[in-house]
């Protein structure tokens, strides 16, 4: 009930941190149960190449609607999965279940999945997303994986000999949410990251801040010379959009060409010609 606080002192956790950390444990049990049931569904959200307004990959993002809470934050559940060893367990459901999806879209399309840092500990993960290829029938070409800086800072070596032995299987892989983490250069001289993925809270900026569209500029320019596409995330209004065109984005991902939808939706909008994007550019 009380710890020391090692002044001599003693701190009490007050009733509502109590009832947070036991919500906390149930919302846990919950997702266990979820996963367990295979209750935690894909949605999944078009990237689109500024030079064609064509739909070259779509990221899926895991969704968890709760039966009492309703839907439930990613950010939150895979917090949640994190710290309770559950990660292992959603990743390859997300795996496979994104795999399996991209076979039913058009074949030139690619699919992105999120990997947490947590999946590269035990170094079973490149035999995984192997195993889960083959079962699913998906050319490694079509999958790409993203990952965030944090994922370096754990075990450097260990970290890029597997994202090596990845790469090696024709799989990309995406640095994402660049420039908010513990971002080091030195990452892109150890490892040919595909592509590098802006964060969206510099997208968000654009229009008014001069530094956000340098450091866009910049990483423009180090995508360039590196041989990476660029991706900016979040772009929700025409404006930001046009001013990332002008920068010389690759690619552009956000609400304005389209939310996350379900696997079908996203199906029936590959299966169009590419008029509708291409209008937003
Ligand atoms: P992320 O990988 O950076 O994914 C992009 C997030 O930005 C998604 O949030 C997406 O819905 C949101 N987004 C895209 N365009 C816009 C826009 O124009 N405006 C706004 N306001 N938001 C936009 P979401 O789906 O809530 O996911 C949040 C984060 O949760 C992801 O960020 C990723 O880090 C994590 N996540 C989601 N699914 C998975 C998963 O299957 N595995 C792992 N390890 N992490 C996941
Ligand atoms: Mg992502
Ligand atoms: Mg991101
Ligand atoms: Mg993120």
Redesign the pocket.
Do not use: F, H, I, R
């Given at each position: 009930r009380a710890k020391a606080d090692g002044r001599g002192q003693f701190r009490f956790f007050s009733p509502e941190q109590d009832a947070s950390a036991r919500a906390r444990r149930a919302l846990e049990a919950d997702l266990r149960l979820a996963i367990e049931r295979g209750e935690i569904a894909l949605?999944y959200?078009p990237i689109v190449a500024t030079a064609t307004g064509q739909i070259t990959s779509v990221?899926?993002?895991?969704r968890w609607s709760h039966p009492v809470h309703g839907p439930i934050?990613?950010?939150l559940f895979?917090s949640l999965a994190e710290e309770s060893g559950l990660i292992h367990a959603?990743?390859a459901l997300?795996l496979r279940r994104a795999c399996a999806d991209a076979t039913n879209f058009a074949v030139d399309v690619r699919v992105a999945?999120?990997?947490?840092p947590l999946q590269f500990q035990g170094g079973a993960l490149c035999e995984q997303v192997r195993a889960i290829l083959a079962e699913t029938g998906l050319d490694p070409h079509r999958l790409q994986l993203?990952v965030?800086e944090g994922l370096v800072i754990r075990d450097v070596e260990a970290t890029f000999h597997e994202l090596n032995r990845l790469r090696a299987q024709g799989i990309h892989i995406h640095l994402?949410?660049f420039g908010v983490g513990y971002s080091s250069l030195g990452y892109f001289q150890r490892f040919r990251f595909d592509t590098v993925k802006i964060d969206?809270s510099f997208v968000d900026t654009i229009a008014t801040s001069a530094s956000a569209r340098a450091i866009i500029g910049a990483v423009v320019g180090l995508g360039g010379a590196l041989g990476m596409k660029v991706v900016a995330?979040?772009?929700?209004e025409a404006a930001q959009m046009e001013l990332l065109v002008a920068l010389g984005c690759t690619h552009l991902?956000?609400?304005?060409f389209s939310r996350?939808v379900s696997a079908e939706a996203v199906r029936a909008l590959l299966a169009q010609p590419a008029a509708p994007l291409r209008a937003a550019l």
């Open positions: 949605a959200q990221e899926a993002l895991a934050p990613p950010d895979v959603l990743g997300v999945v999120n990997l947490s993203e965030t994402d949410d969206k995330e979040g772009v929700e991902q956000g609400y304005l996350p």
